[in-house]
């Protein structure tokens, strides 16, 4: 039986065992990022763009944008709060 390996910085994640039960999640989606596409995102995202600019200018998905603010979030590569829900006027 296989197990899927995460690259994980030298923090531990079980392996998990590749069978029938398992979900997996985000298959459909492209998460690799071209060079610089990732700057541009939380340079973007800094400069107060929404996730749907970004994605538009990207030519990606809003989800994968959302995905990789996640990931700059947790690289702490953004200044502005991921959480901010700007007011309705």
């Known amino acids: 039986m296989g197990v899927v390996k995460f690259k994980t910085a030298g923090k531990h994640v079980p392996l998990i065992p590749l069978n029938g039960d398992n979900e997996f ?3 459909d989606l492209e998460l690799v990022y071209l060079p610089g ?3 541009r995102i939380a340079l973007a ?3 107060w763009q929404t996730i749907e600019q970004i994605a538009e200018r990207e030519e990606r998905r ?3 944008i959302l995905l990789a ?3 700059l979030a947790d690289k702490e590569k953004i200044e ?3 959480a901010f829900i700007p007011k309705r006027i």
């Open 37 to 39: 596409q990732l700057k």
């Open 69 to 71: 603010l996640i990931h």
């Open 45 to 47: 995202w800094n400069n």
């Open 62 to 64: 809003e989800i994968e």
């Open 25 to 27: 999640i985000f298959e």
């Open 80 to 82: 502005r709060p991921l």
